[in-house]
C-alpha cells in the first residue's frame, strides 16, 4: 500500500466492484464479515463496498484506506452504515492504533496491493488483542498449471502491477497469514469471475486467530 494516488485506478474501481459485488461478491463480503463484534480495523476499505454488510455486533469500524479518491468515496459510505465508522488516512504497516488495541481485523482484496504482505500482516497482529480475529478475502495464486506460470510471470513482468495500483496476481496469502502467527480456523477457495469476460480467479474467503 503506498500515500501515491492512483486516479485512473480510483475513478474505475468503485464501477468494477460494483458489477462484482452483482455477480455475487456481495454475498462474498457479507460472509467475511459474519460473526464480528467489538472495535474492527478495516485495512484497504476502497470506496467502503464493505460498510453494509457489517452485523451489529461490531461496535466501531477504524477504515484505513490511503487513496485519496476512495477514502472520500469510503467517508460517505460511512454516513450510511448501520455501526459507527470512522475513516482514516493510513498505511498497512504504520496503523495508528496502540499494541492490542482492536478486537478484530478485516482484509479484502487487499493483501495483493500491499508492498510487502508480511509487514502489513506483523502490525495487524500487534494492534490485535490476544485471541483477536483477522477476517479475510483474497485473490490469490492458483493451484494448477498453466495458470499459476502465467500468474507468476505476469507479476514479474511488472506490467499487471502497474496498471493495476499494485495488484499481484501470485501471492500465497494464506501461507502469509499463517507464517505471521495466526491459526486459520476457517478457509474457503472460491473460483469467482467478477465480469462475463474475465478469467476466473481463485480466492480464499475464512477467518483466523491470534493465539
Given at each position: 500500500?503506498?500515500?501515491?494516488?492512483?486516479?485512473?485506478?480510483?475513478?474505475?474501481?468503485?464501477?468494477?466492484?460494483?458489477?462484482?459485488?452483482?455477480?455475487?461478491?456481495?454475498?462474498?463480503?457479507?460472509?467475511?464479515?459474519?460473526?464480528?463484534?467489538?472495535?474492527?480495523?478495516e485495512?484497504?476499505?476502497?470506496?467502503?463496498?464493505?460498510?453494509?454488510?457489517?452485523?451489529?455486533?461490531?461496535?466501531?469500524?477504524?477504515?484505513?484506506?490511503?487513496?485519496?479518491?476512495?477514502?472520500?468515496?469510503?467517508?460517505?459510505?460511512a454516513?450510511?452504515?448501520?455501526?459507527?465508522?470512522?475513516v482514516?488516512?493510513?498505511?498497512?504497516?504504520?496503523?495508528?492504533?496502540?499494541?492490542?488495541?482492536?478486537?478484530?481485523?478485516?482484509?479484502?482484496?487487499?493483501?495483493?496491493?500491499?508492498?510487502?504482505?508480511?509487514?502489513?500482516?506483523?502490525?495487524?497482529?500487534?494492534?490485535?488483542?490476544?485471541?483477536?480475529?483477522?477476517?479475510?478475502?483474497?485473490?490469490?495464486?492458483?493451484?494448477?498449471?498453466?495458470?499459476?506460470?502465467?500468474?507468476?510471470?505476469?507479476d514479474?513482468?511488472?506490467?499487471?502491477?502497474?496498471?493495476?495500483?499494485?495488484?499481484?496476481?501470485?501471492?500465497?496469502?494464506?501461507?502469509?497469514?499463517?507464517?505471521?502467527?495466526?491459526?486459520?480456523?476457517?478457509?474457503?477457495?472460491?473460483?469467482?469471475?467478477?465480469?462475463?469476460?474475465e478469467?476466473?480467479?481463485?480466492?480464499?474467503?475464512?477467518?483466523?486467530?491470534?493465539?
Amino acid at each position: 500500500m503506498s500515500d501515491t494516488p492512483h486516479p485512473r485506478f480510483a475513478r474505475v474501481y468503485p464501477g468494477v466492484a460494483a458489477r462484482a459485488d452483482r455477480r455475487g461478491a456481495a454475498d462474498h463480503r457479507r460472509r467475511l464479515l459474519e460473526g464480528l463484534a467489538g472495535r474492527v480495523v478495516e485495512v484497504g476499505a476502497g470506496n467502503g463496498r464493505n460498510f453494509a454488510h457489517y452485523p451489529p455486533t461490531v461496535t466501531e469500524v477504524l477504515a484505513i484506506e490511503p487513496e485519496p479518491t476512495l477514502r472520500a468515496l469510503a467517508a460517505e459510505a460511512a454516513r450510511e452504515a448501520a455501526v459507527p465508522i470512522t475513516v482514516l488516512t493510513g498505511l498497512a504497516d504504520a496503523l495508528p492504533f496502540g499494541d492490542g488495541e482492536l478486537d478484530a481485523a478485516v482484509v479484502s482484496l487487499v493483501l495483493c496491493s500491499v508492498p510487502g504482505p508480511a509487514s502489513a500482516l506483523s502490525e495487524l497482529r500487534r494492534v490485535l488483542r490476544a485471541g483477536g480475529e483477522l477476517h479475510f478475502y483474497e485473490h490469490v495464486i492458483p493451484l494448477h498449471q498453466p495458470k499459476r506460470a502465467l500468474f507468476k510471470a505476469a507479476d514479474r513482468s511488472g506490467i499487471w502491477p502497474a496498471v493495476a495500483a499494485g495488484c499481484h496476481l501470485s501471492r500465497d496469502t494464506a501461507a502469509a497469514i499463517t507464517a505471521a502467527g495466526f491459526a486459520i480456523e476457517q478457509c474457503e477457495r472460491i473460483a469467482f469471475r467478477s465480469a462475463p469476460l474475465e478469467p476466473r480467479l481463485p480466492y480464499i474467503l475464512g477467518r483466523a486467530r491470534l493465539p
